[in-house]
């Protein structure tokens, strides 16, 4: 078991449409930076929002290269030397690394992210900022479909422990990553609910999934307005229900196109992100090396038959290196150059 001082945290931001996921995305990413933790932020949502909450403008936005249409180089330079892997075709977004494979870490420079990350300057220093962008029949490669965000899910299963380190995802509204096995890779996943009956539908049918694959997942309330909103949210969610955000002006204000200092976002709300922080990091604790790995795996055999195999004309069972851990053996893998 790693030590709690190792800790590269993946965050999941879920929930209804217009919910919130992309504002308190948004916020987490700016308190971390604030915290100077290096942060990779991932706008996994194929409406792309996350760059301008975090101060982009249209321009630069528009201008975030897309994973989806790197896919090919992607793939290429995860499967590496890995012999299970003899083709970039035959590479799915369940592919599981093994030996050989090239693992990704969030204080690196590598050929993924030259293409796919983008900067993006903070009041507290930078953040680099992935996006799955729009996704177009063209972008899919020969072998990724069913999912939007294929690109994220090969990344995150690519990618290794460093120290202190934060991968955000602000994901799509839809129930997209239960077709995939997106939704098990998050040491935490906070979702948002508003103080309404649509709010918590999405948390019931999240929690359902959660329960059945053990997945760590905390319910944040946003737009509560007074003691009904709370006690609404406290009497549908219970003990899962982690904190509460109010209306932020702060927030109204940047919205309005008027940037603002991160240090003036209201004092309660800068509490409810240091709950966030707090939560997500004792996550770590909980971390099952073993369950995220035959999760990993999982996933990929059903890829494989439901869809896979007959795509890639490969026997795709065949691309589980049945030694190989991610993370506690990862270490110990041979790089390939
Ligand atoms: N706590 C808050 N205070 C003030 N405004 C908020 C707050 N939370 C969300 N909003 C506003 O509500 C709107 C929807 O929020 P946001 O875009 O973050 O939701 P979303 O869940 O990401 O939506 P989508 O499903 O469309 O991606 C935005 O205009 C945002 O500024
Ligand atoms: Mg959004």
């Given at each position: 078991m790693a030590t709690p001082s190792l800790l590269n945290m993946k965050i999941a931001f879920v929930g209804?449409?217009?919910?919130?996921k992309t504002t308190l995305s948004s916020l987490f990413i700016r308190h971390l930076a604030a915290a100077r933790v290096p942060v990779i932020a991932v706008d996994?949502?194929?409406?792309?929002h996350l760059g301008v909450a975090l101060g982009m403008d249209e321009a630069e936005a528009a201008a975030l290269p897309a994973m989806g249409a790197h896919l090919p180089l992607i793939k290429d330079y995860l499967r590496g030397?890995?012999?299970?892997?003899?083709?970039v075709e035959t590479?799915?977004?369940?592919?599981p690394p093994g030996e050989g494979s090239r693992l990704l870490r969030i204080c690196e420079d590598n050929p993924v992210y030259d293409a796919c990350a983008r900067p993006v300057a903070l009041d507290d220093g930078a953040v680099r900022l992935l996006a799955t962008g729009p996704f177009t029949e063209s972008d899919l490669g020969v072998a990724c479909y069913h999912s939007k965000v294929g690109a994220v899910e090969l990344c995150l299963n690519h990618l290794v422990d460093g120290r202190g380190e934060y991968v955000v995802v602000d994901m799509?509204?839809?129930?997209?990553?239960f077709a995939s096995?997106?939704?098990?890779?998050?040491d935490m996943t906070f979702l948002v609910a508003e103080p309404t009956r649509k709010g918590v539908a999405v948390y019931r049918q999240y929690q359902e999934y959660a329960r059945d694959f053990g997945v760590p997942l905390k319910v944040i309330g946003n737009k509560v307005q007074g003691p009904d909103d709370l006690a609404y949210l406290r009497a549908e969610v219970g003990e899962d229900l982690l904190v509460c955000v109010g209306h932020s002006d702060w927030v109204r204000t940047v919205e309005k196109g008027r940037p603002a200092p991160?240090?003036?976002?209201?004092e309660a709300n800068r509490r409810a992100l240091g709950t966030l922080h707090d939560t997500a990091d004792a996550a770590y604790e909980h971390r099952d090396w073993e369950r995220y790995t035959r999760q990993m795996v999982h996933f990929h055999l059903k890829n494989a038959e439901s869809w896979g195999n007959a795509k890639t004309g490969?026997?795709?069972?065949?691309?589980?290196?049945?030694a190989f851990v991610l993370f506690e053996g990862a270490a110990a893998t041979p790089q390939p150059a």
């Open positions: 209804k449409g217009g919910s919130g996994a949502d194929i409406n792309q030397g890995n012999a299970r892997i003899p083709s590479m799915i977004k369940t592919t799509t509204a839809g129930s997209d990553s096995g997106l939704f098990t890779r998050f991160f240090a003036l976002l209201e490969a026997d795709l069972a065949a691309q589980v290196d049945p």
